[in-house]
């Protein structure tokens, strides 16, 4: 009985689970499941594993996209340049790594995306954060990374004036701020420098229109949220289960 599943921590939120039981029940693949396996340390996988030997991949979600990637014994070539992995395919005990945000994030940022879109903010420093520097760069896109901590290669959310946020007119939000149940909370940028020049996207899919986009919206910007990026990425997670190994 084939098992796939989902490993982070709250998993309160996830998609995946509901995604791919409807999908196993609606092709017919009863002997299928998916299951949710919230850790509350990346230390604990080794206990998912042994719990359950049937288990033939997973998707990696918060915190876990750059803890996870020493467990694994291959890495693909979006992994090793991103740094991150959110999908494993597992055969015999071996764990192949993959980076199914980057495509996801890619097909999707492309169906708004503007010629005058030239700079890019990228809100959160994390794993899904890497996956959207690397579409970025891909794109010759100029971003700046926007983050709470004291990092050189970051800027600080106190440090974006009127001007950068002008100047830079894509921004992404990578963090969870926004997300279910916390709805209530949004990025903390001047949305009055908003204008229907910019495109914000969220990755976040529930609500299906954070505080952040409504905010940008109401500004005038095209905006985005992570459902069908989320969709893309399950999808793209499916065909790598299923390739030939």
Known sequence: MPLYGLIGYPLSHSFSKKYFNEKFEREGLTDYRYENFPITSIDKLQEVFAANPDLAGLNITIPYKEQV????????????????????KIVDGRLYGFNT??????????????????????????????????VLMKKGIDFLVV?????????????????????YTLIINTTPIGMQPNKDVFPSIDYAAISNRHYLYDL????????FLQKGEEMGAVIQNGAQMLIIQADESWKIWNSKK
Do not use: M, W
């Not at 467990?71 to 494993?88: D, M, P, R, T, Y």
């Not at 994390?126 to 959207?132: D, L, N, P, V």
């Not at 976040?204 to 505080?211: E, M, R, V």
């Open 147 to 167: 983050s709470r901590g004291d990092n050189p290669l970051f800027i600080s959310y106190n440090r974006l004036t009127t001007e950068i946020l002008q100047e």
């Open 204 to 211: 976040i899919y529930n609500p299906d229109k954070t505080l």
């Open 101 to 134: 945000d980057v495509i996801g994030f890619e097909q999707t940022l492309d169906t708004k995306l503007q010629p005058h879109h030239k700079k890019a903010l990228v809100l959160g420093s994390g794993g899904a954060s890497k996956a959207i520097q690397f």
């Open 69 to 88: 990637l020493p467990f694994l014994h291959e890495q693909s070539e979006a992994v090793k340049q991103v740094g991150a992995c959110n999908c494993i």
